[in-house]
């Protein structure tokens, strides 16, 4: 079901990010060049096991501490959207997460220290992001795996559109943990290979990262305008898509209309997990929904960001049209299940948008049509 | 007589993935597991890997080999057999 | 000021019920087999939802606090041989999803709240702002055990389901309506709004920050 802004354009007024790259733009810089934050760690942190790719925040260690160490990182972030005038009626803010505070919740179980509980919990955790930076306490919080971010972003966009917000802060953070390191090696997605998205080959892997975004959204302001969304939940499977495809089509398919209608020349940034099946269809399908279209995807780099990917890839893709390039599907190489798929960077000066995308367990879809003026 | 193997890696099956109404016995040793009367599914096999490793002490390393293991009993059989430990196997 | 009508309405407040008996009480609502790895939280939230009949044009909005904390509490014990079925189990929103599935029924918008605070009033205003034609409304908790102990599960079980509408058809149950309101600071937590809908009480007042709700039964 698309929300296009066809009456009521709603603008990104402000994004940025955080991953273990840097911010947004020594993000892309890095993605630039090529290079791959991913490295072998062990799953289950401390206590070892199998070495898995993930991609952490410099310092952080994968077992949480009390409180978490990922909130120096979250406060420096949001310094810009920081203080008491967000969170109000006219001001709400969307907080985004698919793990919000599991981490602590495994250390307590290890540990036995009371003090993790403090963040365990969706509302605790977040709670706590809130005091510490000085909002108000109108915040909803959206947990819907990975396109936790994209939900936030609907509404928010909704609230403004509607006239009921004057602007609307959505905020996504996800931080790796032995919980959802250890519940992915269960999967056997997160093994050994680093991922390569898109690409054919005989296995698939995942990598997982941290990641932590916001944006700003309002009727005015910025040079990015959001030209429309789109959601769709299969409900075919926990863990595959309809083999057909047809959940990807139902969510791009009011993308696409929209994009043609306005004559846009648009490049993608997709899911590309580096899962086999997946990749193969949502690859397939962009390309048949947005002809010509190069796709790219930076989990090969950066890892999977769970909940924070769609927020986090989004704060990318701007930063990626400010640098004029985009980066390649970084980790990747031939064959590709479709020809669409960039594994090198390329100039986006000519293009006027970008279509940003997301899937989710259950079969979830989440797409964003983002143009630069 | 049932090969004590296969015997009880139907047992597992029923156990692990709580089939109610469904005994051991009643698991074709040929039919495919996956996508057939028991309509288990890919979590169903990832809930076997994670208890047939810890029993058999064996290794599965990716969700591709996780459905080649799991074609049917008499494959997984053929799967431990070739990878446990022969110490770790009923006898 | 925006209205919306409340064609079915759905609750069940199985007290200290264990999920074992839940299960046994309500699979016969689920396809044969799905029942099996469904958790309390899903067989309840799958049980009041399927009595809206939900149909491939219906928006789903979901509201949990704690989500699913018996299989989130299954899950740490089952490390260091993380069980996949928890994992997956345990990841919020599962409990809306495992009926879907279970029915095979896709849902173009799907909105999943978690967390206390404003959760009533900010998922209503989602409900509201979906431009669906119906709307399915609905949430719960299932009581925990040792994270409950612990002060991080719900105390109670219940589940609720609301059909929203744009346009009264026979047969309405009531009507809803928000108005903003800035001298509205307080909110209406989940659990009194559960009881405003499994004792059909009317209410008037506080929703969330900027908003007032009032709710009448009976029909229009």
């Known amino acids: ?373 | 007589m049932a090969d004590p193997l296969t015997f009880r890696l139907k047992n597992i099956i029923v156990e692990t993935l709580h089939l109610e109404g469904i005994k051991p016995e009643d698991i074709k040793d040929d039919e495919p597991l996956m996508g057939s009367g028991l309509a288990l599914d890919s979590i169903d096999a990832l809930e076997l890997v994670v208890k047939l490793e810890k029993e058999f002490g064996i290794k599965i390393g990716s969700s591709e080999e996780s459905r080649q293991a799991l074609s049917s009993v008499t494959g997984l059989a053929a799967f431990i057999r070739q990878r446990a430990d022969q110490s770790r196997l009923p006898s | ?220």
């Open chain 1, 1 to 373: 079901m698309p929300f296009l802004a066809d009456q009521v354009p709603v603008r990104v007024v402000d994004c940025g990010c955080v991953t273990p790259l840097g911010d947004a733009a020594k993000t892309c810089a890095a993605l630039l060049r090529g290079e791959r934050a991913l490295q072998r760690i062990p799953v289950a942190g401390g206590e070892g096991g199998d070495r898995v790719p993930m991609a952490m925040l410099p310092g952080r260690a994968l077992d949480e501490t009390s409180p978490p160490a990922w909130g120096a990182v979250v406060k420096k972030l949001f310094a810009p959207v920081s203080g008491p005038a967000w969170g109000t009626a006219r001001r709400p803010i969307f907080i985004t997460s698919s793990n919000f505070g599991v981490g602590s919740l495994y250390a307590y179980r290890k540990t036995g220290d009371a003090g993790h509980l403090t963040y365990g919990t969706p509302f605790a955790c977040a709670d706590w992001l809130r005091r510490e930076q000085g909002w108000g306490d109108n915040f909803s919080i959206f947990s819907h795996a990975c396109v936790s971010s994209h939900l936030g972003l609907v509404q928010a966009a909704r609230m403004v559109a509607a006239g009921l917000a004057e602007q609307a802060l959505v905020v996504a953070f996800d931080f790796i943990s032995p919980f959802v390191a250890g519940g992915f090696h269960a999967l056997k997605i997160l093994n050994a290979d680093f991922p390569s998205p898109y690409m054919n080959r005989a296995t698939g892997s995942i990598g997982l990262g941290d990641g932590a975004a916001y944006a700003v959204l309002a009727r005015e302001g910025g040079d990015f305008k959001i030209l429309g969304q789109s959601l769709h939940n299969e409900m075919y499977h926990f863990t595959a898509n309809q083999p057909d495809g047809a959940g990807f089509d139902a969510c791009l398919a009011p993308l696409a209309e929209k994009a043609k209608s306005q004559g846009l020349r648009l490049w993608l940034k997709g899911h590309g997990t580096g899962t086999l099946e997946a990749g193969r269809l949502e690859s397939t399908r962009l390309a048949e929904a947005f002809p010509g279209a190069p796709l790219v995807g930076w989990k090969g780099s950066l890892g999977h960001t769970l909940g924070s990917c769609g927020l986090v890839e989004l704060a990318l893709a701007i930063a990626a049209f400010r640098a004029g390039r985009t980066p390649g599907t970084v980790g990747s190489a031939t064959p590709t299940f479709a020809p669409a798929v960039a594994l090198e960077p390329f100039s986006n000066r000519e293009f006027d948008a970008v279509l940003c995308s997301s899937n989710a367990f259950g079969g979830a879809h989440a797409g964003l049509l983002l143009a630069h003026d």
């Open chain 3, 1 to 220: 000021m925006i209205e919306r009508f409340i064609q079915i309405v759905k609750t069940d407040a199985p007290g200290a019920e264990e999920a074992s008996a839940t299960r046994e009480r309500l699979k016969g609502g689920f396809p044969p087999g799905a029942a099996r790895r469904m958790t309390q939280l899903g067989m309840l939230i799958g049980s009041v939802l399927g009595a809206m009949e939900p149909t491939a044009a219906d928006a789903v909005v979901y509201l949990s606090e704690f989500g699913e904390s018996r299989a989130l509490e299954s899950f740490l014990e089952s490390f260091p041989g993380a069980s996949p079925t928890l994992f997956q189990t345990s990841i919020h929103p599962s409990g809306v999803q495992q009926g879907l599935i279970g029915r095979q029924r896709s849902v173009p918008e799907l909105f999943p709240f978690a967390g206390a605070g404003g959760i009533v009033g900010q998922a209503l205003l989602a409900a509201l702002l979906s431009p669906a034609q119906r709307v399915l409304f609905c949430g719960g908790e299932e009581r925990g055990s040792r994270l409950r102990e612990l002060g991080v599960a719900s105390e109670r079980t219940f589940a609720f389901a609301l059909a929203l509408t744009r346009e009264a058809a026979p047969g309405v149950a009531g009507r809803l309506v928000l108005s903003p309101d800035d001298n509205v600071v307080s909110k209406l937590s989940l659990s009194e709004w559960f009881g405003i809908l499994d004792q059909r009480r009317d209410y008037r007042g506080p929703l969330v920050d900027g908003f007032s709700l009032q709710l009448t039964w009976g029909p229009t």
